[in-house]
């Protein structure tokens, strides 16, 4: 079990171009989540998936967001023409569905910074 | 929704005093409690968890209390060493699908 990771760790870009990010969850789970994180502030929901399914999303996803997770293995987050509003730090994390509530577990996050 | 709020914003402690956060939440729907140390650069990392059905757990120098009817839920670390210092968040599990996170404490132990 190697964790949660995400790549790129960081990324700068300009103003109006396009982000993909990747996720990659632990192996067995079967939920993945997408959070916000800017400084001085909690995780901010974004979206989540049960499998390959993507079962909610938050108002905070403005179109330009597209989130995947085609096999329900990893999952890929998209940013559409950013704006500088968009810089955070971007966190997956993975959890496994069962009787019992979740626990959770955050890869170390993608840090987009747009100029 | 759910609001998960936090206090202190920071928090400085002497090297093995103890530290005390505490969280409130505003839906009595939610039913676990995570609480999550966070280094800088670093994903969350879990700590320890509470559910709904338990009012203590402790895990060696950690310990979270819940108390459902007044909706908070604190977390007390003891004998604090310079490697707690970190920012901790508490969060909330709403109706099985969604966390919701308070906004963090930094936490500070001076040698």
């Known amino acids: 079990d190697t964790g949660v990771s995400q790549d790129p760790r960081h990324k700068i870009t300009k103003r109006g171009q396009n982000v993909t990010f990747r996720c990659d969850p632990i192996?067995?789970?079967?939920?993945l989540y997408w959070y916000r994180q800017t400084l001085g502030q909690g995780p901010e929901f974004l979206t989540y998936?049960?499998?390959?399914?993507?079962?909610?999303k938050s108002r905070l996803l403005s179109d330009r967001f597209s989130a995947e997770r085609p096999k329900g293995s990893f999952s890929t987050l998209e940013i559409q023409r950013t704006e500088q509003g968009d810089s955070a730090m971007y966190l997956c994390?993975?959890?496994?569905?069962?009787?019992?509530?979740?626990?959770?577990?955050f890869g170390p996050g993608t840090r987009l910074t747009v100029l | 929704g759910e609001n998960v709020e936090q206090h202190p914003s920071t928090l400085s402690v002497q090297e093995g005093d103890s530290a005390v956060i505490k969280c409130t939440y505003s839906?009595?729907?939610?039913?676990?409690f995570p609480w999550y140390k966070q280094e800088l650069g670093k994903g969350p990392q879990l700590i320890i968890d509470?559910?709904?059905?338990?009012g203590e757990k402790k895990d060696q120098r950690i310990a979270v209390t819940l108390n459902k009817t007044a909706k908070h839920f604190s977390l007390h670390i003891t004998e604090t060493q310079p490697e707690d210092s970190a920012v901790y968040f508490c969060?909330?599990?709403?109706?099985?699908?969604?966390?919701?996170f308070g906004t963090g404490t930094s936490l500070t132990v001076i040698p």
């Open positions: 994390a993975s959890s496994f569905l069962s009787g019992r509530a979740q626990e959770q577990f």
């Open positions: 192996s067995e789970h079967n939920r």
């Open positions: 998936f049960q499998n390959e399914a993507q079962l909610e």
């Open positions: 839906d009595s729907a939610s039913n676990y």
């Open positions: 509470i559910r709904s059905n338990v």
């Open positions: 969060a909330a599990l709403h109706t099985g699908n969604q966390f919701y």
